[in-house]
């Protein structure tokens, strides 16, 4: 089947860890995506990817770092930097042609710090 | 540069009741238009799509959304609405050139009462 596979589901941290959520992507799309989404925020751009080997900062990139070494693969690290890392955190990818910007969904990452 | 706001935050409604979601966007090239749902702890879902051609869509479950470009809104309506509609809802906007990436609006919860 095709799809995105976000792992692990849950997810818990010690303070000043780094912690790296993995997302995976067999849809053969140039686009990823990372958002984090808190109760009534609604979805935030972390960092997106539209070429191997290159990505671009969103909107609430400090703190976190990403990787597009293949073109199926855009994990997400989340540092010690990162102040408030507790979140749901949904990995998403795309084409990038006419007609084909629908994004696909992972099932998400809910962090949490302890 | 494109935006997408959803003017309602929460919208309660009772079972079997119509319910309309209002989204309204910006762009300053022609774009195409999605609503996504989310159920509690997961990812999100496409429920339907505008890209080109006729500007009423439709879902399989009875949502529909119309496109009017002189407005700039895609509202969302379900002439009645069931318990399981209950979820959050998101308006999209992406450029339709492609190379656009998705921008989401910042959600509104539907909630339905028995």
């Known amino acids: 089947d095709g799809g995105i596979t976000q792992s692990p589901k849950y997810l818990f941290r010690k303070e000043g860890q780094n912690v790296t959520l993995s997302c995976e992507q067999n849809?053969?799309?140039?686009?990823m995506y990372w958002y984090r989404q808190d109760p009534g925020q609604g979805l935030r751009l972390i960092y997106y990817?539209?070429?191997?080997?290159?990505?671009q900062k969103g909107d609430i990139a400090e703190g976190y770092s990403v990787s597009r070494e293949k073109k199926e693969s855009f994990p997400l690290t989340v540092t010690s930097a990162q102040k408030n890392p507790t979140a749901f955190y949904l990995c998403?990818?795309?084409?990038?042609?006419?007609?084909?910007?629908?994004?696909?969904f992972g099932q998400g990452t809910r962090l949490t710090v302890v | 540069a494109q935006s997408v706001t959803q003017l309602d935050s929460q919208v309660p409604v009772f079972e079997e009741a119509p319910v309309e979601l209002r989204c309204n966007y910006s762009?300053?090239?022609?774009?195409?238009l999605f609503w996504y749902v989310q159920y509690p702890n997961q990812g999100l879902q496409l429920l339907l799509k505008?890209?080109?051609?006729?500007?009423l869509v439709k879902s399989i479950n009875g949502f529909e959304a119309e496109f009017n470009k002189s407005q700039t809104s895609f509202h969302l309506r379900k002439p009645s609405v069931h318990i399981s509609d209950t979820a959050e809802y998101f308006c999209?906007?992406?450029?339709?050139?492609?190379?656009?990436?998705?921008?989401f609006g910042a959600g509104t919860r539907l909630f339905v009462k028995a």
């Open positions: 998403a990818s795309s084409g990038m042609g006419q007609g084909n910007t629908e994004a696909f």
């Open positions: 849809l053969n799309h140039d686009a």
């Open positions: 990817s539209q070429i191997v080997n290159d990505f």
């Open positions: 762009s300053s090239v022609s774009v195409y």
């Open positions: 505008y890209l080109s051609g006729s500007t």
């Open positions: 999209a906007v992406s450029g339709n050139t492609g190379g656009f990436k998705t921008i």
